[in-house]
């Protein structure tokens, strides 16, 4: 039985776990408490603990003949948790692993003033966050014998984190920057991006995983509005609106991502190729 480890089982493992579970995959997901685990139990998936403080014990033992691997843990200030703890322990198991895959981000490339970026471009990141991405991109990369595959995610949504839900909540805000533009993602994509990986292995290379159309984010917003028959929310002043850390951290880049490899190398034709198809589907699914 072909066997799917993630380390971390979030919303993107998730959704290709439901892509392999039909097919026989066996799952394994860390997670982090009690809680979480008894959650994985009961969707079938055999959990782990890993707070990315502690080693899993005897980890090696839980990776058998043709054992995936998906790396979906974020790094912290003190680099990536996985590798950290279990980059030794992974590398000494690399004849058993046919494909690994590390879930990154599109903020590799940093700000580019609305401009366009494809894989070939400088990676020259302009948050901590991107940064700290970058470092671990290249930890796993030059990782000795291991099938390393990068995927950079735009923003994500899908059900139950989208703009639709935020509109109903009454929680979605229209922060307008002038320039300003993102390239999003919805889940089922991501899990299609990586399950045509695992058919078509080619170790080294890194992915954009994102749609066809870079958008404002507030003509998103106004866009599920309008389909919920809502009022569209004011504009805010990028300069007046108050943020997280995470938010501002969104702001500071203006990109388009180019997505051709995905396309043209592992033959994937996206599910919803821009924001309006997409949410539609959620809409229509009640998100």
């Not at 471009?121 to 470092?135: E, N, V, Y």
């Not at 190729?273 to 589907?281: F, R, S």
Request: hydrophobic letters at 40%; proline letters at 8%; aromatic letters at 8%.
């Amino acid at each position: 039985m072909t066997h799917l480890l993630c380390f971390g089982y979030g919303y993107s493992a998730r959704a290709l776990a439901g892509l392999l579970k039909p097919k026989g995959w066996r799952i394994t997901g860390t997670c982090r408490n009690a809680e979480k685990a008894e959650a994985l139990t009961r969707e079938g998936v055999t959990a782990l603990p890993f707070d990315g403080a502690a080693p899993i014990a005897d980890l090696r033992a839980h990776i058998t003949a043709g054992t995936h691997v998906l790396l979906s843990v974020p790094p912290g200030d003190d680099g990536d948790p996985v590798w950290r703890l279990h980059g030794a322990d992974l590398t000494a198991c690399a004849d058993h692993i046919p494909w690994l895959g590390y879930l990154s981000t599109t903020g590799v490339y940093g700000d580019r003033q609305g401009g366009w970026v494809d894989e070939a471009s400088d990676l020259i990141p302009a948050t901590k966050r991107g940064t700290l991405r970058l470092k671990a991109e290249r930890q796993w990369l030059e990782a000795e014998g291991l099938p390393v595959h990068v995927f950079r995610l735009a923003g994500i949504y899908g059900p139950g984190r989208n703009p639709l839900s935020r509109v109903m909540k009454g929680t979605a805000r229209r922060v307008v920057k002038p320039g300003q533009v993102f390239s999003r993602i919805h889940v089922d994509d991501i899990a299609q991006v990586l399950e045509a990986s695992i058919t078509r292995p080619n170790p080294g290379t890194a992915y954009n995983v994102c749609d066809d159309l870079a958008a404002p984010p507030q003509d998103v917003i106004a866009h599920a509005a309008e389909l919920l028959g809502k009022p569209v929310p004011p504009d805010i002043p990028f300069e007046e609106a108050e943020m997280s850390p995470m938010g501002l951290s969104f702001y500071a880049e203006s990109k388009r991502v180019r997505n051709d490899r995905i396309k043209d190398e592992l033959g994937v034709k996206l599910l919803y190729p821009d924001y309006k198809v997409g949410l539609a589907a959620l809409k229509d699914d009640e998100f």
